[in-house]
Structures are given as C-alpha cells and as structure tokens.
Nanobody, 122 residues
Framework: QVRLVESGGGLVQAGGSLRLSCAAS????????MGWYRQAPGKQRELVAT???????NYADPVKGRFTISRDNAKNTVYLQMNSLKPEDTAVYYC????????????????WGQGTQVTVSS
C-alpha cells in the first residue's frame, strides 16, 4: 500500500509565500517523476510543476519564476515553494508520483495525494 500525504496549505495574503510538502510512504521500491497539480472551483485539474528523479523540472507558464519544485529522494518527498502568490493561485493542490512497489514491475503506477487547500486573499 502506497500513500501520498500533502501538507503546508493554508490562507495567505497576495504577495505572500507558502511551502507545500508531499511525502510518499508504504511499499516503495523506486519513485520516478513527481509533480504538483491544482484544481480551482469549477475548473479542470491543471499541471503546476513536475520533477524527474534526476531533478529535471518543468513548470506551467502561470507559475514560472514564482514557484520552485524540489525533491528529497532519501525522504521520498516532493516540495513546492510558492512565492509572490496571487488570488488566481487559489486551488486545491495535489501531488502525484510514479512509483514502483517491486523491482520487477515494468512500469510505474501513478499515485495521488488527497489534496491541500491553498487560498490567496487579495
């Protein structure tokens, strides 16, 4: 059984910062790419940022220059540092990870966390 648990969400004023964390636990052999997505009310879930096992990163245009994704492979944890937050960043933020639970698996399964609310007031 694999679990992803996010933390660090909350209420912040525009221009402020938050740091989200997502820790994977359970029967884990290896983790490949990890990422953050968000879903605002009435909108589809969208990509925020991804990071490969070798730390290659990718960001959605709306967050480039403001958000930074990082990971600690020893802790099976991915982070999202969010600076210069805007009201339009308000959403539920979800992490995901491609995880192999045993070595012989030919591919990773994709796991999702339960989400953490980020609210940015104007």
């Amino acid at each position: 059984q694999v679990r992803l648990v996010e933390s660090g969400g909350g209420l912040v004023q525009a221009g402020g910062s938050l740091r989200l964390s997502c820790a994977a636990s359970g029967s884990i052999f290896s983790i490949n790419a990890m990422g953050w997505y968000r879903q605002a009310p009435g909108k589809q879930r969208e990509l925020v940022a991804t990071i490969g096992r070798g730390a290659t990163t990718n960001y959605a245009d709306p967050v480039k220059g403001r958000f930074t994704i990082s990971r600690d492979n020893a802790k099976n944890t991915v982070y999202l540092q969010m600076n210069s937050l805007k009201p339009e960043d308000t959403a539920v933020y979800y992490c995901n990870a491609g995880i192999k639970t045993v070595a012989i698996m030919p591919y990773e399964n994709l796991y999702w966390g339960q989400g953490t609310q980020v609210t940015v007031s104007s």
